[in-house]
């Protein structure tokens, strides 16, 4: 079993790989680098989403470099996090979210691996955008260890960089949008197209613009993310050993061998 961890703001280094080793792997996309070690037996692999000293924003990420590259290194799961904002005075901040569908506002990016050409037309479903068996596998490990995660919410992901206005988070509260963010689209797309499973962990950070009291600032951002890094961390230690070893779910088959290529 091998298992990749995508970290977000705040996540550069989870700090669970033993006899660590870097990679840079060439995808058509373009280079990933991606850290490889292990975990009490488990072979996992770690890949800083806006790459060394967080440089990259959220619109200039390659994301599907770093997916196709998580795919070609043999992973096939991949727990994911990321800083949100939050919508819903229920999920406040400091607590988790395992997200389980998304809304989509995102605008220039490079959103599919599938582009037509020779290898024609291909529409993958996403009724059930996230991995059932690695939310299940998140949900009991923030259980066992008294965590406070919601065991779903609906994630709207906009382009950024900029914060959204109080008016777009009025539209999207409408929508049914719990948490705001900028990265997880298409991250969590390509991921169902390389057929990989693939969850999230949503960090609420904040209240949304409109909600939040005060300006929102990335100042604000980092210094929740500091002081939620160590139940992160167990929270990801403890749902890598509880991934099942074989994989029940659909999201192996979900885009069928068109993504052989």
């Known amino acids: 079993m091998r298992v990749a961890i995508i970290g977000g703001t705040g996540v550069y280094d ?11 792997v060439t995808t058509p996309y373009g280079e990933a680098r991606v ?16 790459g060394p000293h967080h440089s990259l924003p959220p619109h200039r990420v390659n994301y599907r470099a770093n997916i196709r590259a998580l795919r070609d290194l043999g992973f096939e799961r991949v727990l994911a996090t990321a800083a949100v904002g939050s919508l819903n005075p229920e999920m406040k901040p400091g607590e988790f979210v395992l997200v389980d569908q998304f809304v989509d506002f995102t605008r220039c990016r490079e959103s599919t691996f ?46 950024g960089p900029r914060f959204e206005t109080p008016a777009e988070i009025r539209a999207f509260r409408i929508l049914g949008g719990d948490l705001v963010g900028m990265t997880n689209v298409p991250e ?5 197209e390389a057929n990989l499973c693939y969850a999230l962990v ?3 950070t904040n209240f949304a613009a409109g909600i939040s009291p005060t300006p929102l600032t990335h100042e604000e951002v980092l210094q929740v993310m500091a002081a939620n ?15 099942p070893p074989v994989r029940h779910c659909r999201c192996g088959r979900a885009a069928g061998p068109a993504v052989e290529g």
Not at 188 to 192: C, G, H, S
């Open 229 to 243: 890094t160590a139940r992160l961390r167990a929270l990801l230690e403890r749902a890598v050993e509880m991934v």
């Open 14 to 24: 989870p700090g669970l790989l033993e006899g660590r080793e870097e990679t840079t």
């Open 114 to 159: 599938f582009e037509g050409g020779e290898a024609g037309v291909v529409h993958v479903d996403f009724t059930e955008p996230y991995c059932p068996e690695l939310r299940a596998s998140l949900a009991r490990a923030a259980r066992e260890l008294e965590i406070a995660a919601h065991e779903g919410g609906v994630y709207v992901c906009t382009e």
């Open 35 to 50: 850290s490889l070690g292990r975990f009490r037996g488990i072979e996992v692999g770690f890949l800083t989403r806006h």
């Open 188 to 192: 969590v797309v390509l991921a169902r």
């Open 202 to 204: 949503a960090a609420v």
